[in-house]
Every structure is written in structure tokens, then in C-alpha cells.
């Protein structure tokens, strides 16, 4: 997954500081004179709505815990528990968490006798006011143990084009150009790079691809959104593989990369482990990264890096702060908002392309054993440059000199 933007990581930062408060909502619903707010069944919902959240708020925090079971799961159908492990995680993906922001409740539909339809927006005043973070609409079935959330891509999935190759099945819509040559290619690059880490027998997995972010959105159910409408300059590429239990998504050419299944293999391989920053140079080393090759990345990296002298990449390899003119800087007093950052631009997470460079060092090195055990014994972000020192005999104070070296020396 690719965090483009200071924006996004500035809302989950501004999300995570409200976590810590009371369950104290703002919610607004939108006049009655375009809603019919005389209707029970509307009431049902709408309460159901806000016990769902409710039970979401209480849940969160106690996730961490394998033995603690979400009480929010079963808002959802059962067969949603069954297909997604979380139901919740196409939501959470594009918005977390969703419920301690301001809301505006638009609506509810009826579709059939059975499907419903409700539609509302978030809202936060962080980092400027009334920035809208995501329109949500959710589809509803009444059961005989009452109204059950379903996410949209199950309804939604049954219209789609479906190709199988291999152990994945793709999914998309009739207006989708599949190239199934690309597929091919891919699958057996991933069979490759499964052989060579040891990786053995995969579950099914889907593959759901689209044209681009909005129409993804929009069959995921969210029709505006805070990850949307980015670049006026580049068409954005876009690729997840959290949106549910052995699912990915990706837009236009995905079927050719291999990024995000990387991601699903390590998490086949990992036990539980949630590996550091690196899993991500990993993925982008062996799978590519938004469509592009190592090279191109290492190129930018390059080009950012002579650009930003100042960044001393023996202080930190992931992240820093910005300052007033927008310039990374190692030290907060300098910073505009003290967060820190990945280091990144419109066209590039550099942070990535760092861990990529790191990545390819180990495998030049010492082939795929050196990477596995940067990726299995480094526990922590922090404990990286232990691990470069101990698997690269490259010492914390030399990483910067070191890094930038190799760029020039080989890109
Ligand atoms: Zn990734």
C-alpha cells in the first residue's frame, strides 16, 4: 500500500490523537426536508448505525489482542465474517478509525425488499477546517435477527468479468482491458520468487482490478474519498492487499506486478510477526512499486537525494519532519506541524525506494538468506541500523555516506 500524501498521514495522526477521548460524537443528519426522517425502518438504521459504531469504538484498542473477538463483527452478515476475516477492513483501509470524526448522515435507500442502503459522510478540522475525509455508502439486509452490513464489493463482485490463473482469481469489470499475458507473466514471476524464499502451497486469492481510484471507490462502496482526486499531472496508480482476508486490488496494469501479492506471501510465512519498514523494500525490490521498475525508482531516489542534502539518512531511514518551506529536516523545532513523514513527494515514496536499496544490498550480498533475515529478526523500525551493522558491517554513522554512495556508483 502507498501513502502518497502528508495529508493522509496527518488525518490517521489527528485520528489516533481523538482515540484516546470519550466516545463523543458529532453527528449531524441532513434536513428533513430531503429526508424522510418520519420513517421507522429509517430510525432502525440509522440506531443500528450508531451501535455499530459505538461497538467499533469500544473494539478498537483491544485488536491487538488474538484471543479478544471484535464485538462490531457481528453488525456484519455472517458470510462477510466468513469471506473478509475483518469486515470491516475495506472501511478501515480508507478510513481509520471512521467514527471518531464528524459526521453528516445522508440517508437511507431501499433497493428491495430485503437490501438497504445507507450513505454517510466523515468530516475532520485537522489539519484546515471542514476537510471531508470520505463518503461511505453501505448496503444492509434485513435477517431474521435484524438488519446485517454488507460490504458493497460482495454485491457488486457477482457483475464482474472472472479470469483464474493459478491459485488467483481476478475479478473485474466488463469495461476492464485484462491482459492476460501480463497475468501470466506475473504468476510465474511469483512462483519464482516463492521458490526462491521458501514459500510453499498458496490459498486462493482475488484479484479485483480497475481502471483507476474512483472506480475502485466506487465499487467498494465509497464515492468520494480523502485517497481520490489527487494528481492533476499523473494518472495514480494504486494497489492494496488489506482490503480482506487473501484479497488485493490494483488499478489498471496490476495484473502485471507482484508487489502486493509479496505482501500476502509474507503474511502467509510470518506467524503473527508484523515485520518493520523494510517488508516494503522487500516488495518493491522483488514485485516493482506503482508500476515502475527499480531503476526508475533508484534514478528519483537519487535525484531527491542531492536534491535534500540535508537529510542524514544515519538519523533516520523512514521518516522526518518538515519545515516551513517544506524542506525534511531531522530536527521538530523546525517543523511547520511536528509529525514526522515518510520521506516522499507527488511522484515518489522515498522511503520505500531507501528500503529498496537497503533490500538489494543484503541480496547482493548474501542472496535471499541475508534479506530473510533482515525482514524476520529485525523486530522494530529502530533496530534497522543494528541489523545493517550486523548483516552489512555497515556502522549507523557511515548508512548516509554509504546509501548515497551506492546510488551514485550504481544508478
Ligand atoms: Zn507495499
Redesign the pocket.
Known amino acids: 500500500?502507498?501513502f502518497y500524501t502528508l495529508l493522509v498521514l496527518l488525518l490517521m495522526a489527528g485520528g489516533v490523537t481523538m482515540q484516546a477521548q470519550e466516545f463523543q460524537r458529532i453527528v449531524s443528519l441532513r434536513d428533513p426536508l430531503f429526508l424522510d426522517t418520519t420513517s421507522v425502518v429509517f430510525h432502525e438504521i440509522y440506531d443500528f448505525w450508531q451501535r455499530y459504531e459505538y461497538a467499533y469504538f469500544l473494539d478498537y484498542g483491544k485488536i491487538s489482542d488474538p484471543n479478544y473477538k471484535p464485538t462490531n463483527y457481528d453488525f456484519w452478515t455472517d458470510f462477510e465474517k466468513e469471506d473478509y476475516g475483518n469486515p470491516n477492513s475495506i472501511i478501515q483501509c480508507n478510513l481509520l478509525p471512521f467514527y471518531t470524526y464528524e459526521e453528516y448522515f445522508m440517508g437511507v435507500a431501499k433497493r428491495n425488499d430485503t437490501l438497504y442502503e445507507l450513505q454517510t459522510a466523515f468530516f475532520d478540522d485537522f489539519p484546515s477546517p471542514k476537510q471531508l475525509l470520505g463518503i461511505f455508502t453501505i448496503p444492509l439486509i434485513r435477517t431474521s435477527d435484524g438488519f446485517k452490513l454488507v460490504n458493497k464489493l460482495t454485491i457488486n463482485k457477482s457483475y464482474f468479468c472472472k479470469k483464474q490463473i493459478g491459485w488467483i482469481t481476478y475479478y473485474y469489470p466488463s469495461t476492464y482491458a485484462f491482459d492476460e499475458a501480463a497475468a501470466n507473466t506475473a504468476v510465474s514471476r511469483l512462483t519464482t520468487f516463492a521458490e526462491e524464499f521458501g514459500v510453499e502451497g498458496m490459498e486462493p486469492v482475488e484479484y479485483y482490478l480497475f481502471d483507476n481510484k474512483t472506480e475502485m471507490f466506487h465499487y467498494f462502496g465509497i464515492d468520494g474519498s480523502c485517497y481520490d482526486f489527487y494528481s492533476a499531472e499523473t494518472v495514480v496508480p494504486y494497489?492494496n492487499?488489506k482490503i480482506g482476508k487473501n484479497k488485493i486490488c490494483y488499478t489498471k496494469g496490476g495484473e502485471g506486478k507482484i508487489?502486493?501479492f509479496?505482501?500476502l506471501m509474507l503474511k502467509s510465512v510470518s506467524n503473527g510477526q508484523r515485520f518493520s519498514w523494510f517488508?516494503?523494500g522487500v516488495?518493491?525490490y522483488f514485485g516493482e512499486?506503482v508500476l515502475q521498475t527499480k531503476e526508475w525508482h533508484f534514478d528519483k531516489l537519487k535525484a531527491f537525494l542531492n536534491d535534500n542534502p540535508q537529510i542524514d539518512l544515519s538519523v533516520d531511514l523512514i521518516q522526518a519532519y518538515m519545515d516551513a518551506d517544506g524542506k525534511y529536516t531531522h530536527d521538530s523545532t523546525q517543523s511547520v506541524i511536528k509529525y514526522k513523514r515518510p520521506y516522499s513527494d507527488v511522484n515518489s515514496n522515498y522511503s520505500?525506494d531507501i528500503q529498496m536499496v537497503i533490500c538489494e544490498m543484503l541480496y547482493k550480498k548474501g542472496g535471499m538468506d541475508l534479506v530473510k533475515r533482515m525482514l524476520f529478526e529485525t523486530k522494530r523500525n529502530e533496530d534497522e541500523y543494528e541489523m545493517i551493522e550486523i548483516l552489512l558491517g555497515v556502522k549507523r554513522e557511515e548508512v548516509n555516506g554509504v546509501i548515497r554512495e551506492y546510488l551514485r556508483e550504481k544508478y
Do not use: L
Request: aromatic share 8%; glycine share 8%.
Open positions: 500500500m502507498r494497489g492487499s508487489h502486493e509479496i505482501h517488508e516494503e516488495c518493491c512499486h520505500y
